[in-house]
């Protein structure tokens, strides 16, 4: 496989190189900072690492996600307040030594950065400035990941950083419709908005302890700042007073749910990705795919498709896993319940939930399927990049696409998205009418789920390949059917007449 030296331009190489070069003079000043992790607990999951057969990266990641819950056990116990924040900001600060050393300066320093333009700047303005330099910083190291590591799996400082990204740009834009709704301003937004805004900057420790936050700081979700800090503070379960708003419900079973699941999850893609690998398991970098070396091209379609669609089937998994197992490190300390109605009654645990793996397998269209997937992903785009566009898809999706990192799969795939949107959008207005009765479960719901299911799984093969030439041989050798069928669909299914609404 072609690295991104091969491909670029000499002297575009060498200003790269001279500038890692530089940004890495700087890491004999940071190391001294790696305090919070004692030398025997590395070397403790060294030698594990060994005994396991596992890598010390993976087995670090998952000693980390797995650790949450007995610190979230401290941090119920924990007064609320000041303790809470701080208790939280040094534990993550703690996760993030324990699985990317040296490197976790980088939350530290643009979570400090973005905090002095909170400072310095009014809120009208921060909402620009803040979110311009979380995604400048974060496409910094997406760049550096492709061009030192290209096509690497290994854990860097990018994972946390993207979610980091998502908390400093809602954070923005959360201060500034506090600003607007405290003025008196109408503004469609911000009153859309208005339930997750933020009147005035948190302090230091409460803004650091929101940053990096522990339970959420490996692998998401994302949640506003408003929800964190009426977990802190107590306001999600009492009153001004220190009386229950409602009858407390208990946190157990929403914290063994999701853990429980994320365990299944865990056996599932272990067992499923070990018997269909999509990548190459002996050398996922640089070798050719599995699903398009010599011996998959030499199969029929039909089975080369099957394949390929329980690989990544099995992939998704590792995904479920990882949000489920921080929903319930979020649930046991109630930074995940939802808080109580008008009535006392209590509204749910939907704060840290970011999959329904059921809805999502299940989903009769590309819409249902967005929503269920990485939810809190889709929040922050739909609240503070859609709806304040005025609902530019281009910028949504371009948002999406640049958030992720700048591998040619992920465009190849963002971009054959809206055609599934057009057909689903044209297949709503002159097919549903005609055959739907509103049950997911009829024949012609069915219908939907397969058809959505099997066009999914086809675009979205790029975005696990990321190379161009890999993605682009994998569609050749399905002929581009795919793309094809959409787009005779839409020619055809476009001439159809569109049946008349029912008069009430």
Same mark, same amino acid.
């Given at each position: 496989?072609?690295?991104?030296?091969?491909?670029?331009?000499?002297?575009? $190489?060498?200003? @790269?190189?001279?500038?890692?070069?530089?940004?890495?003079?700087?890491?004999?000043?940071?190391?001294?900072?790696?305090?919070?992790?004692?030398?025997?607990? %590395?070397?403790?999951?060294?030698?594990?690492?060994?005994?396991?057969?596992?890598?010390?990266?993976?087995?670090?990641?998952?000693?980390?996600?797995?650790? $949450?819950?007995?610190?979230?056990?401290?941090?119920?116990?924990?007064?609320?307040?000041?303790?809470?924040?701080?208790?939280?900001?040094?534990?993550?600060?703690?996760?993030?030594?324990?699985? @990317?050393?040296?490197?976790?300066? #980088? #939350?530290?320093?643009?979570?400090?950065?973005?905090?002095?333009?909170?400072?310095?700047?009014?809120?009208?303005?921060?909402?620009?400035?803040?979110?311009?330099?979380?995604?400048?910083?974060?496409?910094?190291? #997406?760049? #550096?990941?492709?061009?030192?590591?290209?096509?690497?799996?290994?854990?860097?400082?990018?994972?946390?950083?993207?979610?980091?990204?998502? %908390?400093?740009?809602?954070?923005?834009?959360?201060?500034?419709?506090?600003?607007?709704?405290?003025?008196? *301003?109408?503004?469609?937004?911000?009153?859309?908005?208005?339930?997750?805004?933020?009147?005035?900057?948190?302090?230091? +420790?409460?803004?650091?302890?929101?940053?990096?936050?522990?339970?959420?700081?490996?692998?998401?979700?994302?949640?506003? /700042?408003?929800?964190?800090?009426?977990?802190?503070?107590?306001?999600?379960? /009492?009153? &001004?007073?220190? %009386?229950?708003?409602?009858?407390?419900?208990?946190?157990?079973?929403?914290?063994?749910?999701?853990?429980?699941?994320?365990?299944? $999850?865990?056996?599932?893609?272990?067992?499923?990705?070990?018997?269909?690998?999509?990548?190459?398991?002996?050398?996922?970098?640089?070798?050719?795919?599995?699903?398009?070396?010599?011996?998959?091209?030499?199969?029929?379609?039909?089975?080369?498709?099957?394949?390929?669609?329980?690989?990544?089937?099995?992939?998704?998994?590792?995904?479920?896993?990882?949000?489920?197992?921080?929903?319930?490190?979020?649930?046991?300390?109630?930074?995940?319940?939802?808080?109580?109605?008008?009535?006392?009654?209590?509204?749910?645990?939907?704060?840290?939930?970011? @999959?329904?793996?059921?809805?999502?397998?299940?989903?009769?269209?590309?819409?249902?399927?967005?929503?269920?997937?990485?939810?809190?992903?889709?929040?922050?785009?739909?609240?503070?990049?859609?709806?304040?566009?005025?609902?530019?898809?281009?910028?949504?999706?371009?948002?999406?696409?640049?958030?992720?990192?700048?591998?040619?799969?992920?465009?190849?795939?963002?971009?054959?998205?809206?055609?599934?949107?057009?057909?689903?959008?044209?297949?709503?207005?002159?097919?549903?009418?005609?055959?739907?009765?509103? *049950?997911?479960?009829?024949?012609?719901?069915?219908? $939907?789920?397969?058809?959505?299911?099997?066009?999914?799984?086809?675009?979205?093969?790029?975005?696990?390949?990321?190379?161009?030439?890999?993605?682009?041989?994998?569609? &050749?050798?399905?002929?581009?059917?795919?793309? @094809?069928?959409?787009?005779?669909? /839409?020619? +055809?299914?476009?001439?159809?007449?569109?049946?008349? %609404? *029912?008069?009430?």
């Amino acid at each position: 496989m072609v690295g991104m030296e091969r491909v670029l331009p000499e002297f575009l $190489c060498k200003g @790269i190189e001279q500038a890692i070069e530089y940004a890495y003079s700087f890491e004999p000043y940071f190391t001294p900072t790696l305090v919070l992790v004692p030398r025997f607990v %590395k070397e403790a999951v060294a030698n594990l690492s060994e005994s396991t057969g596992q890598d010390v990266e993976t087995l670090e990641y998952l000693l980390g996600m797995f650790i $949450c819950y007995p610190l979230g056990l401290i941090m119920l116990a924990l007064p609320y307040g000041k303790v809470k924040y701080l208790f939280s900001f040094i534990l993550g600060a703690f996760l993030l030594q324990f699985t @990317i050393g040296v490197q976790w300066i #980088h #939350h530290l320093i643009s979570s400090l950065i973005a905090y002095g333009i909170f400072l310095v700047f009014p809120a009208k303005t921060a909402k620009t400035l803040v979110p311009i330099f979380a995604m400048v910083y974060i496409t910094g190291g #997406h760049l #550096h990941r492709q061009y030192i590591n290209y096509l690497g799996w290994d854990m860097d400082f990018t994972g946390p950083q993207m979610v980091l990204t998502m %908390k400093l740009y809602s954070l923005a834009y959360n201060l500034y419709d506090g600003e607007v709704l405290k003025q008196g *301003k109408e503004e469609r937004a911000s009153k859309k908005c208005a339930d997750v805004a933020v009147s005035s900057l948190p302090g230091i +420790v409460e803004y650091l302890g929101y940053t990096f936050c522990f339970a959420s700081i490996l692998a998401g979700p994302a949640f506003e /700042y408003k929800y964190y800090a009426d977990a802190c503070d107590g306001s999600a379960l /009492y009153d &001004k007073n220190g %009386k229950p708003k409602g009858k407390i419900p208990s946190q157990v079973w929403p914290t063994l749910r999701p853990l429980l699941g994320s365990l299944l $999850c865990l056996g599932i893609f272990v067992v499923g990705s070990g018997m269909y690998p999509l990548l190459n398991p002996s050398d996922p970098q640089n070798a050719v795919p599995v699903i398009i070396n010599e011996e998959a091209l030499a199969k029929p379609m039909y089975a080369r498709y099957a394949y390929s669609w329980l690989a990544l089937f099995f992939i998704r998994f590792k995904y479920y896993f990882a949000w489920m197992n921080a929903e319930g490190a979020n649930n046991i300390w109630y930074a995940g319940f939802e808080g109580f109605d008008d009535k006392g009654e209590a509204k749910g645990w939907e704060v840290s939930n970011n @999959i329904d793996v059921i809805q999502f397998e299940t989903a009769p269209n590309l819409k249902t399927l967005s929503a269920a997937w990485n939810k809190k992903t889709a929040n922050w785009l739909a609240r503070y990049v859609y709806i304040r566009t005025g609902g530019s898809l281009f910028a949504t999706y371009g948002m999406s696409a640049f958030w992720h990192g700048f591998y040619p799969g992920y465009y190849l795939f963002f971009l054959s998205v809206p055609l599934i949107s057009f057909c689903e959008r044209l297949g709503r207005k002159k097919l549903t009418p005609r055959f739907g009765n509103g *049950k997911k479960w009829s024949p012609y719901g069915i219908l $939907c789920i397969i058809t959505t299911s099997l066009f999914v799984q086809y675009m979205i093969q790029p975005f696990q390949l990321l190379a161009y030439d890999w993605a682009v041989l994998n569609w &050749k050798n399905y002929y581009f059917i795919g793309h @094809i069928l959409a787009v005779m669909f /839409y020619v +055809v299914v476009s001439q159809l007449p569109t049946p008349k %609404k *029912k008069e009430a």
